[in-house]
T-cell receptor
């Protein structure tokens, strides 16, 4: 069975600083990988996804993520964080069929200091 | 095009009461899912439906039942609510392996 680990429960960065959120997965085959963002009291919004091809994936709001098979990682990055990026971020892995649900990490809460 | 909608947004129940959480999607997706979200645990799958007329258990199905009423609607029922079911419930539907989420239902069981 697949699993996802987000090692950082809480991260604080200054506005304008760069950001990297870590995600490690466990899955036997090539996974489908996702990053979602959740603002307080809101649902989950898809930031980006990786299915195959170029391992550097661009998403919305200036985010990108890189799939590294050798490290079983799919870290999320942003070069310059904005105060509005404060939220909780979830990494998820899918088994690759429409019938299967996603397995989520426990999330990383991002706080942005002015 | 409203995407995935959920009702109610918030509900308070007493232990032992029953209720149904409603979910609908207007994107013509085949697969639909119910998750619960608890602090520090991410989202955990309760039930899912690959297509109209089929449902399957997920990771945490105990205490819940579901109905895939038609292609649009997928409801979650708590027959006898327990305090352990206090959570935020999310419905999702899938298109091309990507899940789209509703806004959630916040449930408090006293």
């Amino acid at each position: 069975a697949q699993s996802v680990t987000q090692p950082d429960i809480h991260i604080t960065v200054s506005e304008g600083a760069s950001l990297e959120l870590r995600c490690n997965y466990s899955y036997g085959a090539t996974p489908y990988l996702f990053w979602y963002v959740q603002s307080p009291g809101q649902g989950l919004q898809l930031l980006l996804k990786y299915f195959s091809g170029d391992t550097l994936v661009q998403g919305i709001k200036g985010f990108e993520a890189e799939f590294k098979r050798s490290q079983s990682s799919f870290n999320l990055r942003k070069p310059s964080v904005h105060w509005s990026d404060a939220a909780e971020y979830f990494c998820a892995v899918g088994a690759g069929t429409g019938r299967r649900a996603l397995t989520f990490g426990s999330g990383t809460r991002l706080q942005v200091q002015p | 095009n409203a995407g995935v909608t959920q009702t109610p947004k918030f509900q308070v129940l007493k232990t032992g009461q029953s209720m149904t959480l409603q979910c609908a999607q207007d994107m013509n997706h085949n697969s639909m899912y119910w998750y619960r979200q608890d602090p520090g645990m991410g989202l955990r799958l309760i039930y899912y439906s690959a297509s109209e007329g089929t449902t399957d258990k997920g990771e945490v199905p105990n205490g819940y039942n579901v109905s895939r009423l038609n292609k649009r609607e997928f409801s979650l029922r708590l027959e006898s609510a327990a305090p352990s079911q206090t959570s935020v419930y999310f419905c999702a539907s899938t298109l091309q392996e990507t899940q789209y989420f509703g806004p959630g239902t916040r449930l408090l069981v006293l």
